[in-house]
């Protein structure tokens, strides 16, 4: 599907609060900020932001945090991802993936046992260099501006952790040499899917370009829980058909939108009583209460009666324990 095929999503009239974690499957031909103002637009959320750029031509895990969950989005930031890359061999583009143009070609394509035998080097950690097609910045400009112009300026290399890399799907011709090939990547932040095939298309001898990327999941956010941009839209439009504007409570019950906690619902769970509340809300550390069992150093989601107030950290031992809010929510609607 093309970004033609796309639905079309009016801007609302109001903007209005919304709390909340959309999990959506990107589709080609968007790109991370437009997926995210396509969904605010949908919900009329005023408030929102994503948790990791994907390139337009991939596809896949995106989750969108609008209103007061944007303030947990580092959670996502930081964690590690999952791709399914196909390799195209022979040749390499100036993007390193489909969208690009070929700068430069080879017949030399790779055996099945070389493609294999070849991971076990860009396994664990290593550095790479970004790639000059992204979106990080150089004295306050994007570096694929920079690209676009034909300039290329010094990149540092970044600290990157291959945990898990396994080809599939590889398609041979005649010779029995590959042609294209499924990569399954399992990485830490900051790693470029793009690069690394460049990278390991060049260790067998040969050239390389992404011609496909699908992340399948960020963190503990896996594709079987995302849904697609005609999915929300048609959700939406269905709800919307009942009741009207649906509120957050109904965009909720139909699994459109995922509670304010939901990434940080990893972490345990302390209910507090007014008394602690007063304090918590005013973003003062509090004392534990008779009954509630913590761990030392560790960070927590706060509750009072069943609402989310928002994350703090344990510290201290014994009589001098203690939970310092972190990170607050400040609406009713959470």
């Known amino acids: 599907m093309s970004s033609e095929d796309l639905p079309i999503i009016p801007r609302p009239e109001k903007w209005r609060i919304l709390d909340g974690v959309v999990l959506l499957d990107k ?14 637009r949908l919900f009329a ?90 979106a990080l910045k150089r004295d306050g400009q994007p570096l694929y501006k920079l690209a676009r112009a034909g300039i290329e300026v010094e990149r540092q290399p970044r600290k990157i952790n291959l ?37 390991i298309a060049v260790a067998v001898g040969s050239l390389g370009h992404l011609v496909a990327l699908r992340r399948t999941r960020v963190g503990d956010v896996s594709l079987e829980g995302c849904m697609t941009l005609e999915e929300l839209v048609n959700g939406v439009a269905q709800l919307s058909s009942v009741d009207g504007v649906p509120t957050q409570e109904h965009l909720i019950e139909a699994a459109l939108l995922q509670p304010a906690d939901f990434l940080v619902k990893n972490l345990s769970q302390l209910e507090i009583s007014d008394q602690q509340a007063i304090l918590c809300c005013h973003g003062n550390p509090f ?25 703090g950290q344990v510290s201290g031992v014994g009589k001098d324990l203690k939970i310092q809010p972190l990170r607050l929510v400040s609406t009713a609607n959470s």
């Open 287 to 311: 004392k534990p209460e008779a009954g509630q069992n913590l761990q030392p150093d560790t960070t927590i989601r706060i509750y009072l009666a069943g609402c989310f107030l928002g994350v």
């Open 45 to 134: 959320a005023n408030k929102g932001g994503h948790t990791g750029t994907l390139d337009p031509f991939a596809t896949g895990v995106l989750p969108l945090c609008l209103g007061e969950s944007t303030k947990f989005s580092a959670d996502l930031l930081n964690a590690d991802k999952t791709y399914l890359a196909t390799v195209k061999f022979g040749q390499r583009t100036d993007t390193g993936d489909l969208t690009g143009t070929v700068t430069e070609s080879t017949d030399q394509l790779p055996t099945i046992d070389q493609l294999q035998n070849v991971l076990a080097q860009f396994t664990g950690d290593s550095e790479q260099i970004p790639p000059m097609y992204s």
């Open 163 to 199: 945990q898990e890399l396994v080809w599939s799907d590889i398609d041979t011709n005649q010779a029995g040499r590959v042609v294209t090939a499924n990569l399954s990547v399992r990485c830490s932040k900051g790693t470029y899917i793009r690069t690394l095939a460049e990278d």
């Open 27 to 40: 589709p080609v031909g968007l790109t991370s900020n437009q997926s995210l103002q396509g969904v605010r």
